[in-house]
């Protein structure tokens, strides 16, 4: 019996919560419980709420994490790391130190006889221009090694006062399910399963949680959040299902962020 296990937008850093070592370990807890059996780990994007790696210092705190991450890989168990809008700005440390096998754009592969569609989800089938500039601007080469060249006190707090405003944004948004013929990633992936064979497109970014029949074949998973759903899907092998991890430690929250 195979399985395979699906995360993404745990925002760890983000000023939501109050104590922010108890949502890092929530997220060690749970794979902990992962990787008792799993045969990968997939943690589709924003799994941090930022991160910018410069080329001889990374983001203070996540010890317990990289930690746990770099055991996991130690045992030779796959973990797969997919960028997000909030943490694309990895540069070999997650590969070289932690063994994270890092992908930067959207991925199809096979489990289980399965074909599967992996992606954050950002940008994808997304019509607005602000988006678009936005996200052209941070994946620019020559953009990030402006943003590099500030010293990392400075880089560092800009990032996580830009992340944090953004989350407020999206907090106060709250957009439920668009419906198929609205939502996005609906959309995107009905129009590519016309020309392609996937059995499953598995998305995070949106902070819902869906599981939607396309057709007979194709179906897509939106996992939810690690922040208020601390929701995952497992694929056993022959069916993807969605679930709810119950966090060892309390996460508690902020009124005010």
């Known amino acids: 019996m195979a399985n395979y296990y699906f995360l993404s937008d745990a925002h760890l850093g983000t000023p939501v919560v109050a104590d922010r070592r108890q949502h890092e370990l ?39 994490l990289l930690g746990k991450l770099c055991e996991i890989t130690d045992r030779g ?27 930067r754009q959207p991925t199809v592969m096979t489990l289980c006889e399965k074909q599967f569609f992996l ?18 601007i941070f994946h620019n080469k020559l953009c990030q090694k402006a943003f590099a060249a500030l010293p990392p006190a400075v880089g560092l707090n800009i990032g996580h006062r830009w992340s944090a405003n953004n989350r407020r944004k999206h907090d106060a948004m709250n957009v439920p399910f668009l419906g198929e013929e609205h939502e996005a990633l609906a959309l995107f992936a009905k129009e590519h399963a016309a020309s392609h064979t ?9 902070h819902i ?13 939106i996992l939810g959040d690690f922040i208020h759903e601390f929701s995952y899907a497992v694929f056993d092998g022959s069916a993807v299902t ?4 119950n966090p060892p430690v309390s996460v508690m929250y902020n009124q005010t962020s």
């Open 77 to 103: 168990i796959e973990v797969h790391f997919f960028i997000g809008n909030h943490d694309l700005w990895t540069f070999g440390y997650l590969e070289q130190e932690i063994g994270l096998v890092v992908h």
């Open 119 to 136: 992606a954050h989800g950002d940008g994808l089938h997304d019509k607005s221009c602000s988006f678009s500039l936005l996200r052209s």
């Open 26 to 64: 929530a997220l060690v807890a749970w794979l902990d419980m992962a990787a008792k059996d799993a045969d990968a780990i997939f943690l589709l994007g924003d799994i941090f709420d930022f991160w910018f790696e410069y080329r001889t210092v990374v983001p203070k705190g996540f010890n317990r």
């Open 198 to 206: 996937v059995d499953y497109y598995i998305f995070g970014h949106r």
């Open 209 to 221: 949680l869906l599981h939607l029949m396309l057709n007979r074949q194709n179906q897509m998973i």
């Open 242 to 245: 969605l679930h709810h991890f």
